[in-house]
T-cell receptor, first 112, second 114 residues
């Protein structure tokens, strides 16, 4: 079993839909959780950064962490074609970048 | 766009050759991390440099080596290239070694090994 699992997609949704992206993990020591967006031919861009369990909201984006289920989610409300990208989750037991483990990413297409 | 730049953008090499990739960090950032991203995979941590010293290394062989300069720019060197080294190489800079919330990635260098 991989340490971090993520459905690779592709996931296609119509413009305006609510998108749910998910990751599961096996290491119960993970406490730091991040979501990155990566456009084609670009580097990843940090979207959300959360510590421990709970929800965090930033504009149209909401990140949820359920440590008891080892499951994290990113919700995108009112999705736009500009949200079409690959979304990567990353997590770690501490805040050292060397210890962050990335999921393989989910490719999202938002159709106009 | 972040302030992290990488050069070159693309590179083609043959097996056994050596390659040097370069990264300029965001202004004010003293930490640079390098990642390898194979097609369809998430980035894998190679190593990190903090104030010119290596500060952690992932599961990569010694033929992957690096440097950080006094201006905090950095190089990644790969010797004896193998076909599996074909990937997107990303560098990311941050304000500190434990400051991942401020980590910004560059656009990457796409390396193809034939």
């Amino acid at each position: 079993q991989k340490e971090v699992e993520q459905d690779p997609g592709p996931l296609s949704v119509p413009e305006g839909a609510i998108v749910s992206l998910n990751c599961t993990y096996s290491n119960s020591a993970f406490q730091y959780f991040m979501w990155y967006r990566q456009y084609s031919r670009k580097g990843p861009e940090l979207l959300m950064y959360t510590y421990s369990s709970g929800n965090k909201e930033d504009g149209r984006f909401t990140a949820q962490v359920d440590k008891s289920s080892k499951y994290i989610s990113l919700f995108i409300r009112d999705s736009q074609p500009s949200d079409s990208a690959t979304y990567l989750c990353a997590m770690s037991a501490n805040n050292y970048g060397q210890n962050f483990v990335f999921g393989p990413g989910t490719r999202l297409s938002v159709l106009p | 766009e972040t302030g992290v730049t990488q050069s070159p953008t693309h590179l083609i090499k043959t097996r056994g050759q050596q390659v040097t990739l370069r990264c300029s960090s965001q202004s004010g950032h003293n930490t640079v991390s390098w990642y390898q991203q194979a097609l369809g995979q998430g980035p894998q941590f190679i190593f990190q440099y903090y104030r010119e010293e290596e500060n952690g290394r992932g599961n990569f062989p010694p033929r992957f080596s690096g440097l950080q300069f006094p201006n905090y720019s950095s190089e990644l060197n790969v010797n004896a290239l193998e076909l599996d080294d074909s990937a997107l190489y990303l560098c990311a800079s941050s304000l500190g070694a434990q400051d991942q919330e401020t980590q910004y990635f560059g656009p990457g260098t796409r390396l193809l090994v034939l």
